[in-house]
T-cell receptor, first 111, second 115 residues
Framework: QQQVKQSPQSLIVQKGGISIINCAYENTAFDYFPWYQQFPGKGPALLIAIRPDVSEKKEGRFTISFNKSAKQFSLHIMDSQPGDSATYFCAAGGGADGLTFGKGTHLIIQP | GAVVSQHPSRVICKSGTSVKIECRSLDFQATTMFWYRQFPKQSLMLMATSNEGSKATYEQGVEKDKFLINHASLTLSTLTVTSAHPEDSSFYIC???????????FGAGSRLTVL
């Protein structure tokens, strides 16, 4: 049973637009929600992360919105650039356990 | 910042041989390391959790006798794929957790191709 559902599977956004990727989780014990960016042939790199005690976190052009009651969180990329084209994974975890990843979103930013 | 080094980045081996992949935390101690497997255009699937000085905990469906994990020190965990077969070809990625923290740092991954 998949514990973290991510959508959309793929996304095309024009340069300068807003990219939005959504995730939903099931396990209420999760208390750490990171987003990772992965380029082809590379390992995932932490982009931004949030804990359930806040509803939003912003770092530069990247914002996480978190809705604890709905068990959902999303990544917003403002002013999307071609260099943002990559695969993005949401994840959720807690305590000593490893992260559970969403299936990923292949993002393409068109110039 | 925390850096995790993974070696080798690419390895090609013949079917039936064993391959060892190393995961090192370069500037921090990691009591826990995680090994993931990723097939092309798919997500990361947790294979096992490696704790320093104790046996690894494997996820359901992962053969512990095939994927041997050793976490002998606070900075090194190894994954050995024994008697590798073509279906073991994949991208293997390790991650390490800074002791006392919840942040995971990932290695760059190791591409295994079994001929």
């Amino acid at each position: 049973q998949q514990q973290v559902k991510q959508s959309p599977q793929s996304l095309i956004v024009q340069k300068g637009g807003i990219s939005i990727i959504n995730c939903a989780y099931e396990n209420t014990a999760f208390d750490y929600f990171p987003w990772y960016q992965q380029f082809p042939g590379k390992g995932p790199a932490l982009l931004i992360a949030i804990r359930p005690d806040v509803s939003e976190k912003k770092e530069g052009r990247f914002t996480i919105s978190f809705n604890k009651s709905a068990k959902q969180f999303s990544l917003h990329i403002m002013d999307s650039q071609p260099g943002d084209s990559a695969t993005y994974f949401c994840a959720a975890g807690g305590g000593a356990d490893g992260l559970t990843f969403g299936k990923g979103t292949h993002l393409i930013i068109q110039p | 910042g925390a850096v995790v080094s993974q070696h080798p980045s690419r390895v090609i081996c013949k079917s039936g041989t064993s391959v060892k992949i190393e995961c090192r935390s370069l500037d921090f101690q990691a009591t826990t390391m995680f090994w993931y497997r990723q097939f092309p255009k798919q997500s990361l699937m947790l294979m096992a959790t490696s704790n320093e000085g104790s046996k690894a905990t494997y996820e359901q469906g992962v053969e512990k006798d095939k994927f041997l994990i050793n976490h002998a020190s606070l900075t090194l965990s190894t994954l050995t794929v024994t008697s590798a077969h073509p279906e073991d070809s994949s991208f293997y990625i390790c991650s390490a957790r800074l002791s006392g923290a919840n942040v995971l740092t990932f290695g760059a991954g190791s591409r295994l191709t079994v001929l």
